[in-house]
Nanobody, 119 residues
Framework: QVQLVESGGGLVQPGGSLRLSCAAS????????IGWFRQAPGKEREAVSC????????YYADSVKERFTISRDNAKNTVFLQMNSLKPEDTAVYYC????????????WGQGTQVTVSS
């Protein structure tokens, strides 16, 4: 059983940056691919990024490429999502999730953290 807790969300102006963290307990993250998802009000959940467990391969949605960077620190059992050049359309609740591989349906989800991009 893996428990995931997101943090780092908040209110930021357009063009600003935030770094989200996904901290795990109950199990090591070494064996899991970790994905970030987001859901804006009235919209479907969207996959944002993922980092694989084996070789650290990363994947990004087209909408966030060149702006977001996913990374993992297995020693700290934490995955990060650095978000730069934020836009109002990035406003959503962001969730991290653990799966066997990227593109698999996640087995575990965090509770989410709100990101609001507004002037």
């Amino acid at each position: 059983q893996v428990q995931l807790v997101e943090s780092g969300g908040g209110l930021v102006q357009p063009g600003g940056s935030l770094r989200l963290s996904c901290a795990a307990s109950g199990s090591t993250l070494d064996y899991y691919a970790i994905g970030w998802f987001r859901q804006a009000p009235g919209k479907e959940r969207e996959a944002v990024s993922c980092i694989s467990s084996k070789d650290g391969t990363t994947y990004y949605a087209d909408s966030v490429k060149e702006r977001f960077t996913i990374s993992r620190d297995n020693a700290k059992n934490t995955v990060f999502l650095q978000m730069n050049s934020l836009k109002p359309e990035d406003t959503a609740v962001y969730y991290c999730a653990a799966a066997a591989r990227c593109y698999d349906e996640p087995d575990y989800w965090g509770q989410g953290t709100q990101v609001t991009v507004s002037s």
